[in-house]
């Protein structure tokens, strides 16, 4: 290994200033540095300038960069390994979620912003007075619990310090926006007891798309988050922190018409899709030593409230009138104790949580009625995981994961379509139609038979019910469901030192996502379905040369999943995107994350990574699910590369560059050609100049230097098959808006692009 020998040269050693540092985990709990950290972890320190943090400016662009991660439709969140927040995801509204525009129960990659876990429309994702975000793939439920089957996204804020300081940043871009506005105070109340920190930021993202019909900008996105923290720190080690946000997020849409791209970004969509999000949430953190070093008591209390709204164009059209309005309402109030043993012989902790999880998710639609669905769901759990040392170079971990669920679970809608009814008329009408002038010019001859009189008087009262608007039958639906999971979580792990700077480890840990229970989205048929599974196994290196400067990893994994939640079109065919949630799959995942980070010299810095992905449905228990076998999930690339530099000219002035690859891949596990979408090639830099003598910086910023057309998803199908669907309704129900008779009802379907070439020129003065 060359570069290992490079960074072993005894000149080299000496040299502090090229040591990348120690990096502490706090995701998992177990305040171990990333060389004793277990499994796939990656790290980023938004402050670095030199780093893979880059030109970006928000978790969603870090997630260009990472291997096996990607965003999904723009800001909508991350995929991890193929897994994006909500599942195997069918469209911009239609997850596997009873939650439409907010975070939900069943999500299987959480996020949590200084122990509060937000939803990706809640934020605040911006970089401004970030300390760290670390990306954690593959199940974390034996730590973390409900909501990390598929990993996790941990932010810490900066926290207060006994010293006064202050920093602020204004940024202005290109494309109608890209600007910002950002400070953050901080400094000691009580001397070395009881320190403050207020931090504010304020975003105008760029706009790619525009809005033809409505003649305004697409994609808008006002981003604006308030931060305010609060630390005591005790003589004899105790130390309590409080932690509150409040953020505010009003977006676009991230969708353009299929049949305008590549060559024009627009959107014809009658309203126009937004996205409002007011989130607050606080959480406080303390830890208290019991009388000896190596024992302390941790709490953590979390309370967090989103309200969220959204309009969404069901048509995606110009056509007025199939507006969808979404609504939800959530809470969550949880408290976690931890009591942690740090000894020679031991290193560990064991705790107790509870959550309550409580939501509200309303659909309004003038077409398909209203639906409200409501949930008290109540989380307890037992969970621990320790090391023991077998010998000086051999440690064993063992983990566990006791935890039990009771999910109330109610649903009311009204008006709703009753397609099951609509169909077998609307196949009568056509078998009738045709006969129609035959058997009424019978009847006035006088030769009608009674069977076909009976067929005439049929096809009258058919016809009588299109002209009354009575043709399209509606219902009301009430259900109830109380449902209760427990499960044993086990987790075990072997590591060894190979030498002091080399370590190997493996685990092998189940993960875990509740059942539940609902009704579905458009005709609100009910389901329920069971708890789904996985077995993980993750064999892995990590490397840190003697002298620091060079750091590598590598993890291999492979993820058995059993009862597979899928989501599937309800009994006797598919409704629109209307789908229930079923266990009827099996599947597997397998692949390599590699990343490198190596301080060539006291100006270069190069770093790097490398992701390879296979995932398969390999069973199914249901005759809809079966032609999937073989079929790869959802936004699940084989292949991801990143690489990158940094160089320092000494003189103020600095120049960083990255690259990433990423292969192509579906956005339906139908694995249907449309939906599929291309491999792209993103390229970044940023050129930064320190002002000599003072604490000023100037930051000049291009994301997507080459200004490459790409997509980040695809939802072509369904949407034109909701168009011809919506034509067919208006045919048959005069009570439906007029105007989706009189315009043009076809529809390209939709895909959502990434941004285009953005730059951005960024101020920051520290006091």
Partial sequence: MPLVGMAQEPEEETDPSLDLGTITITGQKSRRSLAETDGSVTVVFPGENDGTAGAADNIFGVAERLANVMPFAA???????????????????????????????????????????????????????????????????????????????????????????????????????????????????????????VAFDRQVGPSFIENVTRNTNGDRQELLSRRVKFLYAEERGAEVELSTFFSETNVGTHYVDAG??????????????????????????????????????????????????????????????????????????????RLR?????????????????????DTKSGIFGEK??????????????????????????????????????????????????????????????????????????????????????????????????????????????????????????????????????????????????????????????????????????????????????????????????LQVPPPGGAILPDLISVNAGRSKSYGLEFEADYQASERLRLFGSLGLLRTEITESTDERVKEWIGNSFTMAPNTTISAGWSYDFGNGLDFSMAANWRDHFFSDIQNTSTEEVDSRLLVDMGVGYQFPNRDLRLDLKVANVLNQKYLNYSYITTVKGVASRLAGLAQVDPALSRSLLTLPTESNGIVSPGNGRAVSLALTARF
């Fill in 341 to 361: 043993y740090a000894g020679e012989n031991f290193n560990g902790f064991i705790g107790a949580y509870f959550e309550d999880f409580q939501g509200k998710g």
């Fill in 260 to 337: 305008a791209w590549p060559d024009r970004r627009v959107t014809r969509a009658d309203p126009n899709t937004d996205l409002e999000n007011h989130a607050t949430g606080a959480s406080l953190r303390g830890s208290w030593p019991l009388g000896r070093p190596s024992l302390s008591l941790e709490s953590a209390t979390v309370w967090v409230k989103e309200d969220a709204e959204s309009r969404f164009d069901v048509d995606q059209t110009e056509i007025p009138g199939d507006i969808a309005n979404f609504k939800d309402n959530i809470r969550t109030l949880s408290q976690e104790l």
């Fill in 372 to 565: 409200t669905i409501k949930q008290d769901i109540q989380t307890t759990a037992l969970f621990g995981e320790g090391k023991w040392p077998l010998s000086k170079k051999m440690d064993l971990t063992i983990g566990m994961r006791v935890e039990q669920e009771n999910n109330k679970t109610s649903v009311n809608a009204s008006n709703i379509v009753n397609f099951t009814k609509l169909g077998s008329d609307s196949a009568r009408l056509q078998q009738l139609a045709p006969k129609g002038q035959e058997l009424a010019a019978k009847r006035a001859a006088g030769t009608i038979t009674q069977a076909e009189l009976a067929e005439l008087v049929d096809l009258g009262t058919l016809s009588g019910r299109i002209q009354n608007g009575t043709f399209i039958e509606r219902k009301n639906v009430d259900e109830k469901f109380n449902k209760k999971f427990s499960v044993f979580l086990p987790k075990i792990g072997l590591s060894y030192k190979v030498s002091p700077e080399t370590r190997v480890y493996s685990t092998v840990q189940r993960g875990y996502r509740a059942g539940g229970a609902g009704t579905s989205l458009v005709s609100a048929i009910p389901f329920e379905y069971d708890p789904e599974r996985t077995w993980n196994v993750d064999l892995g290196v990590r490397h840190s040369s003697a002298d620091g400067r060079l750091r590598l990893s590598s993890n291999l994994f492979y993820v058995d999943w059993q009862d597979q939640q």
């Fill in 75 to 197: 800001s909508s969140g991350v995929a991890i390994r193929g897994i994006g927040q909500t599942g195997f995801a069918s469209g911009p509204t239609f997850g596997q979620t009873s939650y439409l525009v907010t975070r939900g129960p069943g999500d299987l990659v959480a996020t949590y912003v200084d122990g509060i876990p937000v939803s990706v429309y809640a934020g605040p994702f911006g970089f401004w007075d970030v300390d760290q975000v670390e990306v954690l793939r593959g199940a974390q439920s034996t730590v973390l619990g409900r909501g990390s089957l598929g990993g996790a996204i941990v932010v810490e804020n900066a926290d207060p310090t006994f010293t006064t300081e202050a920093a602020g940043q204004l940024k202005a871009g290109t494309n109608r926006g890209g600007l910002g506005t950002s400070f953050s105070v901080s400094g000691p109340i009580l001397e070395d007891r009881f320190a403050y920190r």
